[in-house]
């Protein structure tokens, strides 16, 4: 094939990152500057958005309509739910989650940072540091994001002064060492004017770290993988039913880590009962190994029993079986809070279960990282740390091991609303 | 592979397969949105991969207008035939024809699209609905969820929808709501092209450059063809077009091109300066919200 078609063997890294931040901070002008600077908006987009700003009679165009793409963000001047935006350099592939800063909208910013190998964190270099940078700052520890840019935003509006990035520089970096934060960077920004974005700043020679996107494009990542413990959770059996594969059996699911060979000694949990890998199959032909993210069929040497939430692992490194557990819950429904004794259904892995709240042991100020022990519930866009009883045993690591066997989200049965994320501690 | 690195498009792959095999594993009636678009031939290709060898588990439906390209109709129907999928196409016309909706004075049959859809999703009993929407296609659609709740009424909710984390998608519904998936929504346009041509996925001819007698609408050059006839003023003339979306045919307009093959398009595509939406589509020149509107009420 053509230079152009072999994009199966163009190993562009791909970078995920998530903007975070208090509301007004300046995150989706961040994304519209990124986006216009590195050239990677369409002609169509960008007279759109100007002719939007222009009929409000904006004095500038508006970077962050385009992000800001629903009518009643529009109308009240903040992002509601995340946008997710896709650009590329010669360097990687980009794909953005531009999340609200609003309080209201929490969980949407903890949809967006979820996924991400890097989030930035957005402060307004006017207001330094507020309640709401240090809960998103703890959301991104929480949730084990690798690689954190905190950007102090707005440098314009304080005359490029270095004495005031300091300042909000060292105070984040005396409330990072609260939390577990493995990789900072600090650049001194203006999104609206493009300082530090895309070019180094003219206007702050004093600053001698590289610009945002030239750090998004080399950031090491690679390392950021879990290629030890080998983790695949079944999600689907494939069982053809036709003449020519008659006996065929396949474990259909996506590795979640480690790295899996035909011949490899196997367990499957809970039943606990061991096999070989006899091939791993994808519709273009069987692998010699398979890692993080492949999704594939796996097929053993003995017929076991094996289904849907089962999980395959190597017997000498197993997760744990268990159905009482330790998660740090951060709680997403306006509605109703989480309850002591209330009982939900929770998805982890592949595997749905059920649950009941056996305790509430304390629920987390986010500005001081205080306990409070005396709390029985956890009200929206609370955190805290809570013990679970499940009807079956959830096949778990540790979370900050492993994002995919140590995650769950909590359900609501009565309406199946997603009302809670938990992390297995 | 030995650094144990993929490309991202090998992925995106990954990730649709996933998204696949979960709705197939949770959902009680899924059905692919098919409509012989490129979009929705890489989802059916994504499907048969998913399942390999077993067939695809789940049927297609086409929610036909009645305006068609009749070259995508004909691909529409050789695909099923090849892959053995169960096909259900609910007709507008045949709605049309019964009183359900009401054809607009314009001709234009992109809305009335939305309650055939979801009268043929309860009939049917479909929980959940494979859409080949792309997040980078638009800006509403880049707001929403790979597994999208509707309500009973079909309506997408953008200030309510259900927080997504990690690849933890819950499916859980009702009975009479639904989930709509969106397997592509990670991808982008020129995405979509690299993967046809690196997995060398057969295409309807519309796609490719070819000279058509056209006629220019505000600048969008529109094909002669059953639907569009020349107004009173207008001239028809030569151009070699291609088309980069495929929607009805009396909305979608062609693009000058010379690229006849999937290399050449990507080539163009990788250049481009305009979406590909602004450059083929009638039906979301109305307002800056259409498509927000149109999702609300339950669109694709
Ligand atoms: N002077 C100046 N203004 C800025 C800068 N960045 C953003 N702004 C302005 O700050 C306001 C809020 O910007 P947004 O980008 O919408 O803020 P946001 O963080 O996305 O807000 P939410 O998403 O609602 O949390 C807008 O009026 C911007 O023009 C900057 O660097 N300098
Ligand atoms: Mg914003």
């Given at each position: 094939m053509t230079d152009v078609l072999s994009s199966r063997e163009d190993t562009h890294e791909l970078l995920r990152f998530a903007t975070a931040g208090s509301v007004d901070d300046g995150k989706s002008t961040l994304i519209g500057r990124l986006l216009f600077d590195s050239k990677s908006l369409f002609d169509d987009q960008w007279d759109a958005v100007e002719a939007v700003s222009a009929g409000r009679g904006d004095e500038y165009t508006d970077l962050a309509l385009l992000t800001d793409g629903l009518r009643s963000e529009r109308e009240q001047g903040i992002t509601i739910d995340v946008a997710y935006r896709y650009f590329s350099t010669p360097e990687r592939k980009f794909i953005i989650a531009d999340t609200p800063g609003h309080i209201q909208y929490t969980r949407n910013m903890v949809t967006g940072a979820s996924t991400a190998d890097l989030a930035l964190i957005l402060v307004d270099a006017r207001k330094g540091l507020v309640e709401q940078s240090r809960r998103h700052a703890f959301l991104c520890s929480l949730l084990r994001v690798p690689h954190m840019v905190l950007c102090v935003n707005k440098m314009d509006l304080v005359d490029y002064d270095e004495a005031v990035f300091k300042q909000i520089e060292n105070e984040f970096k005396a409330f990072a060492t609260k939390l577990e934060v493995p990789d900072l960077t600090v650049i001194p920004i203006s999104a609206l004017k493009g300082d530090n974005v895309v070019n180094r700043s003219e206007n702050m020679p004093w600053f001698q770290g590289p610009s945002l996107l030239h750090h998004l494009e080399k950031v090491h990542i690679a390392s950021d993988r879990n290629l030890v413990d080998v983790r695949f959770p079944v999600q689907h059996v494939i069982r053809p039913h036709s003449s020519d594969n008659h006996d065929y059996r396949g474990y259909a699911g996506q590795i979640a880590s480690g790295v899996m060979k035909p011949g490899d000694e196997v367990m499957v949990l809970p039943s606990g009962f061991t096999s070989r890998i006899a091939s791993i199959e994808t519709a273009d032909g069987p692998l010699d190994e398979a890692f993080p993210p492949l999704s594939v069929t796996v097929r053993l040497e003995d017929e076991l029993d094996v289904s849907r939430g089962d999980m395959l692992c190597r017997p000498g490194n197993q997760p744990r079986v268990s159905q009482d557990i330790e998660a740090m819950v951060c709680w997403m429904d306006e509605a109703r809070p989480l309850r002591l004794r209330g009982k939900y259904a929770i998805k982890h892995t592949t595997s749905d279960a059920r649950a009941v709240v056996k305790d509430v042991q304390y629920q987390l100020d986010?500005?001081?990282?205080?306990?409070?022990?005396?709390?029985s519930e956890l009200k929206l866009n609370e955190i805290g740390r809570v013990t679970l009883r499940t009807t079956k045993p959830l096949l778990c690591d540790d979370y900050r091991r492993n994002r995919a066997t140590g995650g769950f989200i909590i359900i609501d049965e009565s309406d199946n609303r997603t009302v809670g994320a938990g992390i297995i501690v | 592979m030995s650094d144990y690195r993929i490309s991202h498009i090998a992925a995106l792959e990954a990730e649709a397969i996933f998204i696949f095999r979960e709705v197939a594993a949770t959902c009680q009636r899924p059905v692919l949105l098919f409509s012989g678009g490129k979009d929705s031939i890489v989802m059916l290709h994504l499907a048969q991969k998913a399942f390999a060898p077993a067939p695809v588990p789940f049927p297609v439906m086409h929610v036909d207008?009645?305006?068609?390209?009749a070259e995508v109709i004909d691909y529409r129907d050789r695909r099923v035939a090849e892959t053995g999928v169960q096909l259900i196409v609910a007709s507008v016309q045949d709605a049309i024809d019964r009183g359900m909706v009401t054809e607009p004075p314009d001709g234009t049959r992109n809305r009335i699209q939305t309650p055939v859809l979801l009268e043929a999703a309860e009939k049917y009993q479909f929980d959940a609905l494979f859409g080949g929407a792309r997040r980078d296609e638009e800006k509403a659609r880049a707001k929403e969820r790979v597994f999208s709740f509707r309500d009973d009424f079909g309506q997408w909710d953008p200030k309510n929808q259900r927080p997504e984390l990690w690849n933890l998608y819950n499916g859980r519904v009702h009975p009479g709501e639904q989930i709509r998936v969106f397997p592509l929504s990670n991808w982008t346009e020129l995405d979509v092209w690299r993967y046809i041509g690196s997995e060398s996925i057969p295409l309807p001819e519309v796609y490719f450059a070819s000279e058509r007698e056209v006629v220019d609408r505000g600048g969008m050059l529109y094909a002669v063809n059953e639907f569009i006839q020349p107004r009173e003023g207008e001239t028809v003339f030569k151009e070699t077009v291609r088309y980069r979306t495929v929607g009805d045919a009396n909305l979608t307009a062609g693009v000058r091109s010379e690229a006849r093959t999937i290399e050449e398009i990507i080539a163009e595509v990788e250049s481009t300066r305009i979406t590909e939406r602004g450059a083929t589509r009638g039906d979301d020149k109305t307002s800056e919200a259409a498509m927000e509107d149109r999702k609300r009420e339950g669109y694709f």
């Open positions: 986010v500005n001081t990282l205080h306990r409070d022990e005396s709390a | 207008t009645g305006q068609n390209f």
